[in-house]
């Protein structure tokens, strides 16, 4: 009996269960996590892939691969892909799912379903972004910018246009399944002063997921709209304003990048006081820095937008903002080199 308990194979989430099935109705965090790391591997080569095409047809200044078109629908699908599809959910929705529930002594994240639901929204996305890549691809740059997007492009622009929209509400199923996990979840002593730094970033993380992301959805579908209707909300012929745009879009997307590094931040502040063997030195600047990161990170959307027309005062504001938002990164930076 004895032999027979030592041998036998001890249960975990990898042979639980066994076939597609069990994969695919799955609510097991560490699963759904090991089902994003599949998914977001496969945008990542399709990503690496356009951009192998980019740096081959860069090697002659002339057009010797493709010709100018495809190289700007190359360009543009290599952003989307790689911004949308890999960047934004890799950390958060593999290391995220899997580790969140984990370090405060949960048994899942609050919304299991939930959690699944962002998966299968992101493969939808990802389904209806391959489609849009196969039958033409799109050349407004990963920005969308109007109006370009909205008049002028004869590219597929609506349908990247809604694999980005549906793709924002997976990570806006994310964001609200750490927030509530994190908040009503931790077990009894994880106090907010023995949260993991790991958990810290991932919490302004998804803050900026639920913040953020709605604006860039509502702005892309006015792009639709706009495009398909012609309802002229950037159209400065039809009395729409294209900065408007610019200001909408920049207000995601300059906190996006946040959603890619805080993320990564939060594995550097696990690994130096690991493999140092010593505590973090000032755990409390480092944990409210993540937080800072996330609220000033909404306060710099326009030093995108320098070149693009805005007054000397409001370009002398966002400069200032810009500067400040490096504060908490360098806080970051300072207390990992003490630790060391």
């Not at 249960?11 to 977001?40: C, F, M, P």
């Not at 002028?152 to 994310?174: C, D, K, P, Q, W």
């Not at 931790?186 to 907010?192: E, I, K, V």
């Not at 409001?314 to 990992?336: G, R």
Request: aromatic share 16%; glycine share 6%.
């Amino acid at each position: 009996m004895a032999t027979t308990a030592i041998t036998a194979e001890r249960e975990n989430y990898l042979n639980q269960e066994y076939g597609i099935k069990s994969w695919l109705l799955t609510t097991d965090h560490k699963r759904i996590a090991l089902l994003y790391l599949v998914s977001i591997t496969f945008f990542f080569f399709i990503g690496g892939f356009f951009a192998l095409l980019i740096r081959l047809e860069l090697l002659t200044p002339a057009g010797d691969l493709v010709q100018a078109d495809t190289y700007n629908k190359l360009f543009t699908m290599h952003g989307q892909v790689m911004v949308f599809f890999f960047l934004i959910p890799s950390i958060p929705a593999v290391l995220g799912n899997f580790l969140v529930p984990l370090m405060i002594g949960a048994k899942d994240l609050a919304f299991p379903r939930i959690n699944l639901l962002s998966w299968y929204l992101f493969i939808i996305a990802g389904v209806v972004m391959l489609h849009c890549i196969l039958s033409g691809g799109v050349d407004t740059g990963w920005t969308f910018y109007t109006p370009f997007s909205t008049a002028y492009s004869n590219t597929r622009v609506i349908e990247a246009g809604l694999a980005i929209f549906i793709a924002g509400f997976s990570s806006i199923f994310t964001g609200l399944n750490f927030v509530v996990t994190i908040h009503r979840m931790r077990a009894p002593g994880m106090t907010w002063s023995r949260l993991p730094l790991f958990l810290y970033s991932h919490y302004a993380t998804s803050i900026i997921f639920l913040l953020g992301t709605p604006v860039l959805a509502i702005t892309l579908l006015l792009v639709i709209f706009d495009r398909a209707f012609h309802l002229g909300v950037f159209d400065a012929r039809l009395g729409g304003d294209p900065l408007l745009f610019q200001h909408l879009f920049w207000f995601y997307s300059h906190p996006a990048v946040y959603i890619m590094v805080l993320p990564a931040m939060g594995v550097v502040s696990e690994i130096i006081p690991c493999f140092s063997r010593k505590r973090i030195f000032g755990y409390k600047f480092v944990a409210m820095a993540s937080i800072a990161i996330a609220v000033l990170g909404f306060l710099v959307w326009a030093h995108h937008m320098f070149v693009a027309g805005i007054s000397l005062y409001s370009a002398m504001i966002f400069s200032i903002f810009s500067y400040l938002v490096a504060v908490p990164s360098a806080i970051k930076v300072f207390n990992w080199t003490a630790t060391l």
